[in-house]
Structures are given as structure tokens and as C-alpha cells.
């Protein structure tokens, strides 16, 4: 039976990773797999969260098009940027990592408490990653996607039959999405990547 992980064409956990160095065209994929993911949550509450990271994604993809050489992986593509003077895919990357901190951390609080509903969750991993970065126009938009969440069970129920099974995915992908926002986050702090951002 295939769940929603089966179906992506990239996880999190199938992203490369060599010397802290995470290649960039497979955590594209991984990424944009991810965004699939708020299509399940069955509300167009969610499209400005959805809208937002993909945008991300463009501008990195945007940048690995450009010089596909110098951006292999997402540090050598911050690197070179910040080396030509540029921070279109720098800003892109920092914004789309924030974004993935709030689902990894929705998704988290979500597994790890399994009798709270996704409203609760939802809304307070916003309150604990997005939302002091968010303006205060901003700030009742994505509240209100986050007062849109299904039902738990319904939301599992469309992660795939096999509940058993989508958990285990789950938690696997979930492992990985989170050891890639640290090495993100932890390379932008060693050099102060987002300042200014």
C-alpha cells in the first residue's frame, strides 16, 4: 500500500550529505516534495505557506541554473554568492530553511504528542519558529492557515493507509529533515550568512 512518502520523488533522508556539505539539486527535490505535503492539510488557508517556500525554491534553482559549477552544494552556492556579492539564493535558502524549521517542528510536536490535534501543534511551532520573523500583517495570515489543519486523523488518514507504516516514513523523513535545518542553520550562524537577511 503507498503512502504520500512513496510517492514523492525525493526524501529528506535520500538528500546527500558529505562533510556537513548538503548537495543542492537533491534537497530541491526533497523540498519541493515537502510542499506536497501542505496540499494534504486540505485547506487553501495554506497556500501563502505553500507560495512562500516554493518561491525559495525557485530562487535557489534559480541560482544552480546559473552556475551549476559553483552551486552543488548549498554552501558552496552561499559561498559564491556572497563572493559575487549577491544574496538572492542566500535569502532564498535562509527563508525556505525557516519555513522547513516550522513544518519539521509542527511535524515533530505532532509526533511526539499523539493526543494533540494539528490546530495545537501547528500553531505552536509557528509560535516558536516563523512567527518572530513575520511582520504583524503577516502574522494573522499564517495563524489562520494553522486554525485550518484537519482533523489528526483525518491528516494520517491521507498520509496513507497503512498507519503503521506511514509513521515509521514518517519519522524517518522527519530524522533527516531536522539534521538538515541544523547543518543550515548552524552554517549561516558560523558565518553570519543571514545578516541582514
Not at 484537519?150 to 498520509?159: I, Q, T, W
Request: proline share 3%.
Amino acid at each position: 500500500m503507498s503512502t504520500f512518502f512513496d510517492q514523492q520523488k525525493r526524501s529528506f533522508s535520500e538528500v546527500p550529505i558529505t562533510d556537513s556539505k548538503i548537495s543542492t539539486s537533491e534537497f530541491l527535490e526533497a523540498s519541493e516534495a515537502l510542499i506536497k505535503l501542505f496540499d494534504l492539510l486540505g485547506s487553501s488557508a495554506f497556500t501563502v505557506v505553500q507560495n512562500d517556500l516554493q518561491g525559495n525554491v525557485d530562487k535557489i534553482r534559480e541560482r544552480l541554473l546559473a552556475t551549476p559549477d559553483k552551486s552543488a552544494t548549498l554552501q558552496d552556492m552561499v559561498l559564491n554568492e556572497k563572493a559575487e556579492n549577491k544574496t538572492k539564493a542566500t535569502q532564498g535558502l535562509l527563508w525556505l530553511s525557516r519555513g522547513l524549521q516550522f513544518t519539521a517542528q509542527a511535524m515533530r510536536e505532532t509526533v511526539d504528542s499523539p493526543d494533540k490535534e494539528l490546530t495545537k501543534t501547528f500553531t505552536d511551532a509557528y509560535g516558536k519558529t516563523l512567527s518572530k520573523y513575520h511582520s504583524f500583517l503577516v502574522k494573522p495570515i499564517f495563524k489562520l492557515a494553522m486554525k485550518a489543519c484537519p482533523y489528526r486523523k483525518d491528516f494520517f488518514e491521507r498520509l496513507g493507509e497503512d498507519q503503521d507504516k506511514v509513521l515509521a516514513q514518517l519519522k524517518e523523513w522527519l530524522d533527516a529533515l531536522e539534521k538538515i535545518v541544523k547543518i543550515i542553520f548552524d552554517f549561516y550562524e558560523s558565518g553570519n550568512y543571514g545578516k541582514g537577511l
